[in-house]
């Protein structure tokens, strides 16, 4: 082989262009999440909905609680923190 001062010849992948090359100056500029990311991503909202179909739809000790502080007179509501809670849903309905 004979040195000559010249740049080593940069290889092509299968498709031309140099794709490392694009794909980091993409992840530096915001167009391109890198893959593992996604993936992580993936694996993770996959676990969540997992953990949220095995709950039950009713949860039948809440239920008796609050039925037997009915049934007692101990139900108490707080009025400021209903009013509250309708205002803020009322302002997410309207937001969305």
Same mark, same amino acid.
């Given at each position: 082989?004979?040195?000559?001062?010249?740049?080593? %010849?940069? =290889?092509? &992948?299968?498709?031309?262009?140099? /794709? /490392?090359?694009?794909?980091?100056?993409? =992840? /530096?500029?915001?167009?391109?999440?890198? $893959? +593992? +990311?996604?993936?992580?991503?993936?694996? %993770? @909202? #996959?676990?969540?909905?997992?953990?949220? *179909?095995?709950?039950? *739809?009713?949860?039948? &000790?809440?239920?008796? *609680?609050?039925?037997?502080?009915?049934?007692?007179?101990?139900? $108490?509501? &707080? +009025?400021?923190? =209903?009013? /509250? #809670? @309708? @205002?803020?849903?009322? @302002?997410?309905? &309207?937001?969305?």
């Amino acid at each position: 082989m004979k040195i000559t001062g010249q740049q080593p %010849t940069v =290889l092509q &992948d299968v498709k031309g262009g140099h /794709r /490392r090359d694009f794909e980091q100056a993409q =992840l /530096r500029e915001g167009g391109l999440q890198p $893959e +593992s +990311s996604v993936r992580a991503e993936t694996f %993770t @909202l #996959n676990k969540m909905k997992l953990r949220l *179909e095995a709950e039950p *739809e009713v949860r039948a &000790d809440k239920v008796a *609680e609050l039925k037997a502080k009915l049934k007692s007179g101990e139900y $108490e509501v &707080d +009025s400021q923190k =209903l009013a /509250r #809670n @309708l @205002l803020l849903e009322g @302002l997410q309905e &309207d937001i969305s």
